[in-house]
T-cell receptor, first 117, second 109 residues
Framework: GAVVSQHPSWVICKSGTSVKIECRSLDFQATTMFWYRQFPKQSLMLMATSNEGSKATYEQGVEKDKFLINHASLTLSTLTVTSAHPEDSSFYIC?????????????FGPGTRLTVL | KNEVEQSPQNLTAQEGEFITINCSYSVGISALHWLQQHPGGGIVSLFMLSSGKKKHGRLIATINIQEKHSSLHITASHPRDSAVYICAVRSRGADGLTFGKGTHLIIQP
């Protein structure tokens, strides 16, 4: 089966610092990668969609200058939370899209729990 | 109103019971996903549906496109089925998913 990894699985940082989260598709090339965020007791929310070699498409209300997405290759996307603040503390999940039998299927990473002090 | 509504929000049942979780959505979709989220947060994709019914082990998922409704059933439930079950839809023309708030299922031995 398709495997997506995220690194780190958790991170604690001080307010004002930047944090980079990596998302890798380990055994397939992902046509598209997605970044989601989940606050406690809330549903997952799509933050942005990224395709390799092009700029990410951000959802309304998500600041592109704060959440930098770099999609360097078909197997790696990174999300950098710049100048993190406590309100950015959340669970960040990526997924990688793969076309199978004419259908686009998403495979989810295990998530990264970010705590900003 | 959320585009994706799930019910119930919380469900506690005894081991062996037949479980049904419902999902209603309000937009035209190209696919509907059922996901399982464990306490640590990791998400496993259970099913992706665009029509009809799918079965995998003790799990069954159905979708009625005309009624904009899907159900996830668990037969012979077991404590290890305890998790949050999330319904997510991909709107027509979109790539990303819109998620329901999830159903927190607890199966007691």
């Amino acid at each position: 089966g398709a495997v997506v990894s995220q690194h780190p699985s958790w991170v604690i940082c001080k307010s004002g610092t930047s944090v980079k989260i990596e998302c890798r598709s380990l055994d397939f090339q992902a046509t598209t990668m997605f970044w989601y965020r989940q606050f406690p007791k809330q549903s997952l929310m799509l933050m942005a969609t990224s395709n390799e070699g092009s700029k990410a498409t951000y959802e309304q209300g998500v600041e592109k200058d704060k959440f930098l997405i770099n999609h360097a290759s078909l197997t790696l996307s990174t999300l950098t939370v710049t100048s993190a603040h406590p309100e950015d503390s959340s669970f960040y999940i990526c997924s990688a899209g793969r076309r199978e039998s004419g259908t686009d299927t998403q495979y989810f990473g295990p998530g990264t729990r970010l705590t900003v002090l | 109103k959320n585009e994706v509504e799930q019910s119930p929000q919380n469900l506690t049942a005894q081991e062996g019971e037949f479980i049904t979780i419902n999902c209603s959505y309000s937009v035209g979709i190209s696919a509907l996903h059922w996901l399982q989220q464990h306490p640590g947060g990791g998400i496993v994709s259970l099913f992706m549906l665009s029509s009809g019914k799918k079965k995998h082990g003790r799990l069954i998922a159905t979708i009625n496109i005309q009624e904009k409704h899907s159900s996830l059933h668990i037969t012979a439930s077991h404590p290890r089925d305890s998790a949050v079950y999330i319904c997510a839809v991909r709107s027509r023309g979109a790539d990303g998913l819109t998620f329901g708030k999830g159903t927190h299922l607890i199966i007691q031995p």
